[in-house]
């Protein structure tokens, strides 16, 4: 394609840099894009909210009033935080080797059901005993939901994006099954389990509220997984078979079992979700625990940049959302599915001016045809 | 698909004619196909992420509308829906006549529509185009295929056609929206795809498979066998999960799938 000639002014400088990727441009800034997207998502949800004749500022106060408001409406917060966190902590992981678990829902239901088990059916044992194996067998639970369409594709390709999709609806299927017969509360007549035994219940953190351990459990995985991908091995392989998967195998990573690692990982990591939302917060099973905190928790990775530590921190605001939806629904009588839409429209535009400013990351690096280079670097593809 | 059934449901509702229910509809999810095509092509971001989000942004949206609209009502409003059509003389045959010739009309057009998109991909130049785009873009470019708006048209065809399938559930099947009502449909679709090896006869054997498997489903519910409803609602999603499986090695897709296309300067 020809271009026009171009004057060697202070802006065309600019302009030549922005298109070399080093760019000037404010947007540059994943921080300050960010909260621009934040913005934006915001005020296009105002739109939506003043056509079913709500008041917008009356609905985004209740919003932040209700989910930060309160002591009551801030532990509820972190609550609903903790399955996200652990959740999407997992999904790091699988995202960074570029494997599309869309799973994690169904893999939050089976580490729930392997708590209940554990809750109704394990022997008294002091509570650090008993926490410590239901943990074990909740993490455990979930990597094997994982472990089924992470094998299929490293057996046979099969794309795991469909599998993942489809064990949710089947491990949701089953817990279904699981609270209407065999788990039912002998006698009751609620499709629920039994309550599970004190001692495989989380201690609670903050009297009178329903604020419980596993959200320690959630900023110390975090850590973790940060040490995991920035410092070890396994993490740098992990990023490798992300990135380029050829490359990995040509300098001798395993790539299957990094794969498969990988998505162990991540549905373990669900699965601890699914031991807090019962441990911690029903002590039984029932059914539609999870308001979709599988899938929630997918934004949220993709949001956090696929940074564990960042992980934590937007995990707390889409809570926040969430907790404050409820109480915009009751006073401001706004349908609380706009959290899904504010949610999804943050990360549409992210992604959107990350293609302004043209920054590199694993994550929003696409194949390109070309070998282009930049700098004078290859880019890897 | 939710898009494009939910619109189906509201422009019927709204305006008491089913055509224009699905034009709306089709015209909704075309829409919405533009902005995963603005995404994708335009500014040439991941699809795979893309689409995960639009797919959460739709169910959001969707049901964000219908509350909106409807509120919670324990009586879903529900519309007039498409009525089977017989055909003349064919329909009297007994027993095959009911089951083949007593569809609504959406139901023969997608039988139609079987040939009439095989034709258009792979007789026609606009087809050749297509595939070429899809296969080797830079050699299309090349040739003077303009590779974008190729792409564009593409994925505002497959909304088009995918809003259709959303407004089948709403306007034909099941007369009331729901949230989430496709329930993982639009995915089952793209398995039958690559089951069908990316081809409109093999995509149509597919999908009849799954629907043999979704009607055995129902029929055995109806039945009331011992086995739990639960199990039988599984079956599409785990037929879905073996038919992928088994079809491995076998199906190819196009070599740049997913592979956003970046001309050289």
């Known amino acids: 394609m020809k271009k026009p000639v171009e004057k060697n002014t202070e802006k065309n400088r600019k302009v030549q840099e922005w298109r070399r990727g080093r760019s000037f441009l404010f947007l540059y800034s994943p921080l300050l894009s960010f909260f621009l997207a934040i913005l934006l998502a915001f005020l296009l949800s105002s739109l939506l909210i003043s056509w079913i004749g709500a008041s917008p500022l009356l609905a985004f106060k209740a919003l932040i009033l209700g989910a930060f408001g309160s002591l009551n409406g801030f532990t509820e917060t972190l609550v609903k935080a903790t399955p996200l966190m652990l959740t999407g902590l997992g999904l790091c992981v699988a995202f960074r080797s570029k494997v599309w678990n869309i799973g994690a829902e169904g893999q939050i239901h089976l580490g729930a059901l392997a708590t209940t088990l554990m809750g109704v059916y394990l022997p008294h044992f002091p509570s650090f005993i008993s926490l410590t194996l239901t943990g074990l067998a909740s993490f455990f639970a979930g990597g094997f939901w994982a472990a089924i369409p992470g094998w299929l594709k490293i057996r046979w390709g099969v794309n795991e994006i469909i599998t993942t999709l489809m064990m949710n609806y089947i491990a949701i299927l089953g817990i279904n099954y699981a ?25 609670i953190l903050v009297e009178r509220t329903r604020l419980h351990a596993g959200i320690l459990l959630g900023i110390a995985g975090a850590g973790v997984l940060h040490i995991l991908l920035a410092r070890t091995t396994l993490g740098y392989q992990i990023q490798v078979v992300g990135l380029n ?33 019962i441990a911690g917060v029903h002590h039984r099973l029932l059914e539609n625990f999870s308001p979709g905190y599988g899938y929630t928790a997918i934004v949220v990775a ?19 959302l969430i907790v404050g939806a ?17 949610e999804s429209l943050i990360v549409l535009f992210v992604l959107g001016s990350r293609a302004l400013s043209y920054v590199r990351h694993p994550l929003f690096f696409v194949k390109d045809n070309g070998q282009r280079t930049t700098e004078g670097k290859l880019r890897i593809s | 698909m939710l898009v494009g059934a939910l619109a189906g449901f509201l422009g019927t509702f709204y305006t008491h004619h089913v055509g224009l229910g699905f034009l709306i509809g089709m015209a909704a999810s075309g829409v919405f196909s533009l902005i995963m095509g603005f995404i994708t092509i335009t500014l040439k971001r991941d699809q795979v992420i893309t689409g995960i989000i639009l797919n959460i942004l739709a169910l959001g949206l969707t049901s964000f509308v219908y509350r909106a609209l409807f509120g919670t009502s324990r009586t879903p409003p529900s519309i007039k829906p498409l009525t089977p059509l017989k055909v003349p003389i064919l329909g009297d045959i007994p027993y095959i006549g009911t089951i083949l010739f007593h569809q609504n009309l959406l139901v023969y057009l997608a039988f139609l529509l079987v040939p009439v998109s095989a034709w258009i991909l792979f007789k026609t130049q606009f087809g050749l185009n297509l595939r070429a785009v899809g296969e080797h873009p830079r050699a299309a470019d090349t040739l003077g295929v303009p590779v974008e708006r190729m792409r564009y048209i593409a994925v505002i065809l497959g909304g088009i056609f995918s809003g259709l399938g959303g407004c089948f559930l709403t306007l034909a099947q099941l007369n009331r929206f729901t949230d989430n009502i496709t329930a993982g449909r639009g995915f089952i679709a793209i398995a039958a795809v690559i089951f069908g090896k990316w081809n409109p006869y093999g995509v149509a054997l597919a999908t009849l498979l799954f629907g043999i ?17 639960q199990f039988l609602l599984m079956l599409p999603y785990i037929l879905t999960i073996v038919a992928l499986v088994g079809i491995v090695g076998k199906s190819k897709p196009p070599a740049a799938l997913a592979v956003p296309y970046q001309k050289d300067n």
């Open chain 1, 179 to 203: 609270v209407h017969v065999p788990l039912k509360e002998p006698g009751g007549f609620l499709p629920q389990s039994a309550l599970i035994q004190p001692s495989v219940e989380l201690p």
């Open chain 1, 245 to 277: 998967p050829d490359a990995g195998r040509c300098s001798g990573i395993p790539v299957g079992k990094i794969i498969l690692i990988a998505m162990v990982l991540s549905g373990g990591f669900a699965g601890l979700a699914g031991m807090g939302e």
């Open chain 1, 302 to 320: 993709l949001l956090a940049d696929l940074k564990p530590l960042a992980v934590i921190l937007v995990s707390i605001l889409f809570a926040a």
């Open chain 1, 326 to 342: 409820d109480t915009m629904q009751r006073v401001a009588g706004v349908p609380n599915s706009l959290v899904l839409i504010i």
């Open chain 2, 213 to 229: 498997a979704d009607g055995l489903q129902l029929r055995l519910q109806a039945l009331g066998t011992k086995l739990p409803y």
